[in-house]
């Protein structure tokens, strides 16, 4: 069974998972033609490798920990925090904690 996407001017919830989280897959929530949305739920030690995306990209941490990886940098994200990546932009991430993060992508380069 496909999952369905929000649609226009449907409310979805961002709540922590909390003890949901172990259970919970990652999935879009949204897919456009310009922009997707996806909530990314990564288990404790879960490592996502180097990626890019096309345009330009919007991590926020919904809860839990990860370390996200931008060039030579490296940033904690907790609850709370956001971050804001350019075009093509190398990046990688690994949860310290079981997290969700609300990710978003524009599709079209700018």
């Known amino acids: 069974m496909a999952l369905q996407h929000a649609r226009s001017g449907d409310v979805v919830s961002l709540l922590p998972l909390r003890e949901k989280i172990a259970s ?3 999935a879009a929530i949204i897919k ?20 890019d995306t096309p345009g330009e990209i919007t991590v926020q941490c919904l809860e839990g920990e990860v370390e996200f990886h931008t060039g030579s940098a490296a940033h904690l994200l907790a609850a ?3 971050l804001h990546l350019a075009p093509k932009a190398p990046h990688s991430l690994r949860a310290l904690t079981d997290a969700s993060l609300l990710v978003t992508i524009c599709l079209a380069p700018s």
């Open 24 to 26: 919970t897959a990652t």
């Open 32 to 51: 456009a033609a310009q922009l997707e949305v996806i909530r990314v739920v990564l288990p404790a030690g879960k490592e996502m490798r180097q990626h």
């Open 80 to 82: 709370g925090d956001f």
